[in-house]
């Protein structure tokens, strides 16, 4: 072994060790330098240990004068108690320390373009730390995250493994069907004018494992799609894909309910109760205006479609004759966190739920007697008693409405209602509550959204479009409206929702080439596109496909709930910017024009 090779990590180092010789090996975390002593903090993943250099021994000295902030060092010396009251609690190495025999430089650093310590300092700008990532990747709580998604990662392959799953890949080059987000395409070198998409999902492949045979499969798969981007996003992605034979739905939950307390338990340290609660798509649309509802808080949307158009409000009643809706939210005491200017046209609120495509925000502000505000004057005297009923509004509370077509309330309301919950504080998030705050499982909301439509119509292309995928399962009640009203038509479909996000995705798969084609004419798709396009599929469902079904869970997302960020960007190593640029290594970038001739795009 070299003499500069360590013996302990920057992080083991206890009482037990005080008079061994050890080899420290790690990057100059700080230094501190008086007449007789130079004090080094060294730093690697695991902790840090002060190194103590003495002026006695001019060797020493001359390297410590020397040293900068993240040079890489080796440091041979002997563990030493900290003098009394010197001891840090705040280190795991703080009731020690080590004296330098010897220091040796490994490699120079110069001025970090930002401090890295996180300690005092605002942290640097995200497109500068991106730019410099494996600089941004030494801080302490960067390296938390990841070593969470490790043990995230590790306690899904180990809890897979035993419940007889097997670990499987499968293409990152395949045949490119236009759904949905854009593909990422790569022309062919070999075949000029062809070109392979990179996956947005293995769900093609991981049918075809199904029909072969491999009844319990999963895969932490690398995905991609071409989609515009914001802080929960990246173009390239992760995902657990999990897919099974013989089963239903409740098969399916049971498997992701158990993997998902596992998690909690051992990444953690919590116990998530199971089962979990089940919320079907129209309630939560109806309740929350969302199909990822954030259940932390209550703040329900309530219908007051009714109770509109007994007023004498114009704009209720023009909605209603149009075959809109009126719903609204009661802000429990916040009558004094909104002015009127905040809640009348231009205001914040507003302005806020504008950017939905709302045309407005009625109001009302809630007195022990009365109503005052914008609207109050077009209800009479019972209606108003109604509104407080049916709002259990009391006095200080503040009545916020949007009328217009459903889609439209539901996601300016559903915004809204997240947006008032932070401004309100109505729920607490776990690592905002101080540096040793430790999550419990009161800090996660999880359930299943259940019974989602099969089909959305698109007005702008006027047809049925599928609200998941073509190829999930429609409730067996319901293929007979099929042809006949595919809106009436629920999917064995199922989202996991946990605090608000998304986590995962799935459903039952159509196993029936003979559903599958009625599904395709619903979607106004026909047979001969329907072949061109997912062909290799359609043959495989003829050979003896058994009834299969599956989830997706986005651990990127997931590892966000677990390590208490709301930047997707946080829980990658090497993620792009919200331009889905790398700025570390520049890409995407131009290519030389002998390889663009290679591939045919050049002539």
Not at 34 to 56: K, P, S
Not at 513 to 525: D, K, N
Request: with cysteine; proline share 5%; aromatic share 10%.
């Amino acid at each position: 072994m070299a003499e500069w090779q360590r013996t302990h990590t920057c992080g083991e180092l206890r009482d037990l060790h005080i008079g061994q010789m050890v080899v420290l090996n790690g990057w100059v975390n700080t230094f501190r330098g008086y007449n007789d002593q130079v004090f080094v903090d060294i730093r690697d993943r695991y902790g840090i240990t002060q190194v103590v250099l003495e002026a006695d021994d001019p060797a020493i000295v001359a390297v410590g004068k020397e040293i900068g902030r993240e040079f890489v060092i080796s440091v041979a010396g002997k563990v030493a108690a900290r003098l009394p009251g010197k001891d840090n609690a705040k280190m795991a190495t703080g009731k020690i320390e080590v004296k330098a025999a010897k220091v040796a430089i490994l490699n120079r650093c110069p001025t970090p373009p930002f401090e890295i310590t996180e300690f005092g300092t605002e942290i640097a700008n995200e497109d500068l730390r991106l730019q410099y990532r494996y600089l941004d990747l030494r801080r302490k709580s960067l390296q938390n995250v990841l070593i969470i998604r490790h043990r995230l990662n590790k306690v899904i392959r180990d809890h897979l493994d035993f419940q007889g799953f097997l670990e499987m890949e499968t293409p990152l080059l395949g045949k490119s069907t236009p759904e949905g987000a854009r593909d990422y395409l790569v022309p062919s070198r070999v075949w000029h004018g062809e070109w392979y998409a990179l996956p947005q999902s293995p769900q093609l492949y991981k049918q075809l494992l199904m029909v072969a045979g491999y009844d319990k499969y999963f895969q932490i798969a690398r995905c991609l799609r071409d989609e515009d981007l914001r802080a929960d996003r990246q173009p390239e992605f992760t995902q657990l894909d999990v897919e099974m034979s013989f089963v239903e739905m409740d098969d399916i939950f049971r498997v992701v309910e158990g993997l998902v307390a596992d998690i909690f338990h051992r990444v953690l340290g919590i116990n998530i109760t199971t089962p979990l609660p089940r919320l079907k798509y129209a309630e939560a649309m109806l309740k929350y205006g969302s199909d990822k509802p954030d259940l932390r808080f209550g703040m329900e949307i309530t219908e007051v479609s009714d109770l509109a158009g007994q007023s004498e409000f114009k704009v209720f009643k023009d909605v209603l004759a149009a075959g809109g809706v009126v719903r609204g939210l009661n802000a429990r005491k916040a009558a004094d966190k909104f002015s009127n200017t905040d809640l009348k046209p231009g205001g914040k609120l507003s302005e806020f739920v504008a950017g939905y495509k709302a045309k407005g925000l009625a109001w009302m502000k809630v007195e022990a007697d009365k109503f005052t505000g914008s609207i109050e004057k077009f209800f009479g005297p019972e209606q108003q008693k109604s509104l407080r009923e049916r709002f259990k509004a009391e006095a200080g509370d503040v009545l916020l409405f949007v009328a217009d077509q459903e889609p439209v309330v539901c996601d300016a309301l559903g915004a809204l209602r997240s947006h008032l919950a932070a401004q309100l504080k109505l729920y607490t998030n776990w690592w905002e509550r101080g540096e040793d705050a430790k999550p419990t499982a009161d800090d996660f909301k999880i359930a299943w959204v259940i019974d989602f439509p099969s089909f959305m119509y698109d007005a702008e292309e006027k047809r049925w479009v599928a609200n998941h995928h073509p190829f999930t399962a429609p409730r067996d009640e319901h293929i007979a409206h099929l042809e006949s009203d595919p809106g009436k038509v629920l999917a064995k479909a199922y989202d996991l929702v946990i605090n608000g996000y998304e986590v995962g995705g799935g459903s039952i798969r159509i196993h029936n080439p003979e559903v599958q084609s009625r599904v395709f004419t619903a979607l106004g798709m026909p047979i001969e596109d329907a072949k061109q396009r997912f062909g290799f599929l359609l043959d495989a469902l003829k050979f003896g496909a058994p009834p299969h079904g599956g989830i997706a869970l986005g651990l990127d997302r997931f590892a966000m709930m677990l390590a208490g960020t709301t930047n997707i960007r946080d829980v990658i190593a090497f993620p792009k910017n919200q331009r889905a640029r790398d700025l570390m290594t520049g890409a995407p970038a131009p290519v030389e024009s002998r390889q663009l001739k290679d591939l045919g795009l050049m002539t």
